[in-house]
T-cell receptor, first 114, second 113 residues
């Protein structure tokens, strides 16, 4: 009920490619789905987030697609650049809930080759 | 400060010793979280503080782990009788309100020899 399953574990693309990272959740009470980006030696930083009232959210080259019925969401990175090489974590929780347990996926290590 | 500050950035200790890890959250943030990140693994929730409410300790892996938050600000994570499997990066985060945008520190790399 509390898991967030993320795939793939690692991903290599060429510059300009469109890497896609997928996540699935189980708890139907979750209504906030953020993605965090982590560079080596740094803590994760919020990249983009979506609420289930929309099926897609775009910020710059980053897009989240959300499928409520399938309980799945994904991150697409358009025109990927070597600087996008990082580990990406999806997460899910009840927005503004009293419990602070933001459930993270296990992460996807993305490498963008020049 | 401008962000979440954690100290020390690196800690090497011997098996069986106690360690204390410190977190200074962003001023005004009411929620504070501790996560653990093992090599190649995801972010494992440890404990969560929200205002003056009782902390959510549901993620603490054993009774060797404890944390406190003094004055609604600084937090200390204590690991007693450290074991080699405790080696990991310990990340602290804070947010203005619960389950909103988390701001993470750079973490403390703990190595238990």
């Amino acid at each position: 009920q509390q898991q967030v399953k993320q795939s793939p574990q690692s991903l290599i693309v060429q510059k300009g490619g469109i890497p896609i990272i997928n996540c699935a959740y189980e708890n139907t009470a979750f209504d906030y789905f953020p993605w965090y980006q982590q560079f080596p030696g740094k803590g994760p930083a919020l990249l983009i987030a979506i609420r289930p009232d929309v099926s897609e959210k775009k910020e710059g080259r980053f897009t989240i697609s959300f499928n409520k019925s399938a309980k799945q969401f994904s991150l697409h990175i358009m025109d990927s650049q070597p600087g996008d090489s990082a580990t990406y974590f999806c997460a899910a929780t009840k927005y503004g809930g009293s419990q602070g347990n933001l459930i993270f996926g296990k992460g996807t290590k993305l490498s963008v080759k020049p | 400060g401008a962000g979440v500050s954690q100290s020390p950035s690196n800690k090497v200790t011997e098996k069986g010793k106690d360690v204390e890890l410190r977190c200074d959250p962003i001023s005004g943030h009411t929620a504070l979280y501790w996560y653990r990140q093992s090599l190649g693994q995801g972010l494992e929730f440890l404990i969560y503080f929200q205002g003056n409410s009782a902390p959510d300790k549901s993620g603490l892996p054993s009774d060797r782990f404890s944390a406190e938050r003094t004055g609604g600000s600084v937090s200390t994570l204590t690991i007693q009788r450290t074991q080699q499997e405790d080696s990991a990066v310990y990340l602290c985060a804070s947010s203005f309100r619960a389950n909103e945008k988390l701001f993470f520190g750079s973490g403390t790399q703990l190595s238990v020899l």
